[in-house]
């Protein structure tokens, strides 16, 4: 390989070096922060409180009978425990589901911050009180949820923070601070700023074919570096 190959090979790698190494590094740092922090911790599953609701069914009407008193035509149902009730959730394909009382036939979402603050509540293991509650009319950056919510944040240390889906009376997301440190990180590793779910978009493709013909052009100069030490040697 001449020279003058091999010199532009070291300026390219060295601007390529140069483009991506920030890039690798972060790549790295979130390998580092995503194996080191346990992923339960992140999630905040160990203030998971277990439920041991029993489905009562006692005086429940059929599903056709809860849905026309709702008036929709489900896609999908289910039957199902919250807050002490038996309750039907109704998928709907025009809409957001709707949560119907199995028993009385009331219509119970969109719930209300009483509502949302008692899901809350039965959802986290312990007595910590509650420091704030917040309705969210579109999804947030860190509930990614398209739906409207309650964010339920709790004086525990942890900056723990539930988001209670309003059509289906059910914690949707859970988020603390560890989750915030460590979503950054992830954000950085996929490269994806926005909602920071998608993990094969061309940036990310682009910048991966850049870390790898980096690497190849270090492997190539490589070689002729070898070869030049062994002849000296010899």
Do not use: C
Request: proline share 4%; aromatic share 12%.
């Amino acid at each position: 390989m001449s020279r003058p190959i091999i010199r532009w090979l070291i300026t390219l790698h060295k601007w390529a070096a140069l483009i991506i190494g920030l890039q690798v590094l972060a790549w790295v740092a979130g390998g580092l922060v995503m194996s080191a922090i346990p992923i339960q911790t992140v999630r905040g599953e160990h203030n998971i409180a277990e439920h041991n609701e029993t489905l009562d069914l006692s005086g429940v009407m059929t599903p056709g009978e809860a849905a026309a008193i709702a008036d929709i035509t489900p896609d999908a149902i289910e039957l199902r425990a919250w807050l002490g009730r038996t309750v039907y959730e109704f998928g709907r394909e025009e809409g957001a589901s709707l949560l119907v009382d199995a028993v009385t036939g009331e219509i119970l979402s969109p719930i209300d911050e009483v509502a949302a603050r008692s899901v809350a509540l039965s959802d986290y293991d312990g007595n910590p009180e509650i420091d704030a509650v917040t309705f969210f009319a579109e999804p947030t950056w860190e509930s990614r949820r398209a739906e409207p919510t309650w964010r339920i944040d709790f004086a525990d240390g942890e900056g723990t923070r539930l988001y209670v889906s309003t059509a289906t009376g059910e914690v949707i997301a859970r988020r603390n601070d560890v989750w915030r440190f460590y979503d950054f990180f992830w954000m950085l590793h996929i490269m994806d700023y926005g909602d920071r779910s998608h993990f094969n978009h061309p940036l990310l493709i682009l910048a991966s074919l850049f870390a790898l013909g980096m690497s190849l052009f270090g492997f190539i100069l490589l070689f002729p570096w070898l070869g030049r030490m062994i002849a000296r040697r010899r």
